[in-house]
């Protein structure tokens, strides 16, 4: 099959591939409608997530993630100036910067890919990931630990 001088060709890992593929015969299944190309169904899923990381920047422009470690996704919120953890305590999301369980934070976790990654005990998160969270993490105590000097 020819390809078209605007497409582009890239490289994914063998399992992600193996994890779309079943995706898409899950999909077919379901839903008749579903793209009948494997790789239309790969550009339409990729499609989504950029629009819904477009609605994140005009839903929550002050809102960012900052890192991940395997129990805690770290949000910045600039209107606060401030770095919330959220938690998954008893299967619900819970933020210690509202010390909620519904409140804006949570609601912006919901909707990044990265919240699924927590407390999950069988799937291991990529090292970058949580390298990043990690430093993320001790910025934050440190920050704490300062402005609780500074308040005594």
């Known amino acids: 099959m020819p390809r078209s001088n605007s497409a582009e060709l890239i490289t994914l890992r063998v399992n992600i591939v193996k994890e779309l593929r079943e995706k898409w015969k899950r999909e077919r299944e379901r839903n008749p409608f579903v793209n ?6 790969v550009n339409e899923l990729l499609h989504d997530i950029l629009e819904k990381d477009e609605f994140l920047k005009h839903y929550a422009p002050f809102l ?3 890192g991940c470690t395997r129990d805690t996704l770290y949000i ?3 209107k606060e100036n401030r770095v919330t953890e959220i938690h998954l305590n008893n299967n619900k999301l819970y933020c210690t910067l509202c010390t909620s369980f519904d409140c ?3 609601q912006f976790a919901m909707a990044t890919p990265r919240v699924a990654k ?3 005990e069988n799937r291991t998160l990529d090292s ?4 990043e969270g990690q430093q ?3 910025i934050t ?3 704490r630990r300062k402005n609780s000097f500074s308040k005594a």
């Open 36 to 41: 009948e190309h494997f790789g239309g169904f």
């Open 64 to 66: 960012s993630e900052e």
């Open 76 to 78: 910045k919120d600039y």
């Open 104 to 106: 804006f934070h949570i």
């Open 118 to 120: 927590l407390n999950i």
């Open 128 to 131: 970058d990931l949580e390298e």
């Open 136 to 138: 993320v993490k001790r």
């Open 141 to 143: 105590n440190q920050k």
